[in-house]
C-alpha cells in the first residue's frame, strides 16, 4: 500500500519524466499546477489533488506502455484510487473526474477547446471526446464537479516551460492537513 512519502518520492523520482508531449516534467506540471491552485486561494485538499492529479501516470509504472499503445490509461481513476486511503473525497474526487471535467469544458467553452494543447487535443480524442450535451449536463450533478472543473483549468495553465513555482516541500502543510486521520 502506497504512503504519503511513496507518494512524494514518485513525483521527485519518476516525475523528472515529461509530461508527455508537454514542454514540461511531470514534477513541473505538478507544481505548477497546485501553485495556480493555491495563489487561487484553493482549500488545501484541492491544492493536493491539482499536485497529484496526474499521479495516475506514475504509480505501477506510468501509463506510458498504453499511452504508446494509442489506448487511454485511464490516469484518473488509477490516481484516484491509489490515493483513497490517504486522502478523503475532497481530494479525490476531483481527481477521478479531471478528465470528464475537460470533456465537459471542450463541449461548453469553444474558447477552452480551441485553446488545448495539441497533446490534450490527442488525449481528448482517445477519453471519449467532448461530452453530448445530456452527458455535460448530468456531469455537473455529480460530486465534485466545480472542483473538478477548476482543476482543469489549473491543469491547462500548468505547461508552461518558464513558469517559477515552490518546491514540494512548500506543499507539505497542504498535504498534512488533507490526509485522512486513520491512513
Ligand atoms: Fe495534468
Given at each position: 500500500?502506497?504512503?504519503?512519502?511513496?507518494?512524494?518520492r514518485?513525483?521527485?523520482e519518476?516525475?523528472?519524466?515529461?509530461y508527455?508531449?508537454?514542454?514540461?516534467?511531470?514534477?513541473?506540471?505538478?507544481?505548477?499546477?497546485a501553485?495556480?491552485a493555491?495563489?487561487?486561494g484553493?482549500?488545501?485538499?484541492?491544492?493536493?489533488a491539482?499536485?497529484?492529479?496526474?499521479?495516475?501516470?506514475?504509480?505501477?509504472?506510468?501509463?506510458?506502455?498504453a499511452?504508446?499503445?494509442?489506448?487511454?490509461?485511464?490516469h484518473?481513476n488509477v490516481?484516484a484510487?491509489?490515493?483513497?486511503?490517504?486522502?478523503?473525497?475532497?481530494v479525490?474526487?476531483?481527481?477521478?473526474?479531471?478528465?470528464a471535467a475537460?470533456?465537459?469544458?471542450?463541449?461548453?467553452?469553444?474558447a477552452?477547446s480551441?485553446?488545448l494543447?495539441?497533446a490534450?487535443?490527442r488525449?481528448?480524442?482517445?477519453q471519449?471526446?467532448?461530452?453530448?450535451?445530456?452527458?455535460?449536463?448530468?456531469?455537473?450533478?455529480?460530486?465534485h464537479?466545480a472542483a473538478?472543473?477548476?482543476?482543469?483549468?489549473?491543469?491547462?495553465?500548468a505547461?508552461?516551460?518558464?513558469?517559477?513555482t515552490?518546491?514540494?516541500a512548500?506543499f507539505?502543510?497542504?498535504?498534512?492537513?488533507s490526509?485522512?486521520?486513520?491512513?
Amino acid at each position: 500500500m502506497i504512503v504519503i512519502e511513496d507518494l512524494l518520492r514518485l513525483l521527485l523520482e519518476r516525475g523528472a519524466r515529461q509530461y508527455g508531449d508537454e514542454p514540461v516534467s511531470q514534477l513541473a506540471h505538478a507544481l505548477q499546477c497546485a501553485t495556480l491552485a493555491e495563489r487561487s486561494g484553493a482549500a488545501p485538499p484541492l491544492v493536493v489533488a491539482a499536485l497529484l492529479h496526474d499521479i495516475g501516470h506514475l504509480v505501477d509504472g506510468g501509463d506510458e506502455g498504453a499511452a504508446r499503445a494509442w489506448r487511454d490509461g485511464e490516469h484518473e481513476n488509477v490516481g484516484a484510487a491509489a490515493l483513497g486511503h490517504l486522502f478523503g473525497p475532497e481530494v479525490t474526487g476531483p481527481i477521478g473526474l479531471h478528465v470528464a471535467a475537460k470533456r465537459y469544458l471542450c463541449a461548453t467553452e469553444p474558447a477552452y477547446s480551441a485553446a488545448l494543447s495539441p497533446a490534450s487535443q490527442r488525449s481528448l480524442a482517445l477519453q471519449g471526446g467532448a461530452f453530448a450535451p445530456a452527458a455535460a449536463a448530468a456531469f455537473l450533478d455529480r460530486p465534485h464537479a466545480a472542483a473538478a472543473i477548476a482543476l482543469r483549468r489549473w491543469d491547462e495553465a500548468a505547461k508552461n516551460a518558464m513558469a517559477a513555482t515552490p518546491g514540494l516541500a512548500h506543499f507539505s502543510k497542504h498535504i498534512d492537513a488533507s490526509a485522512s486521520p486513520r491512513r
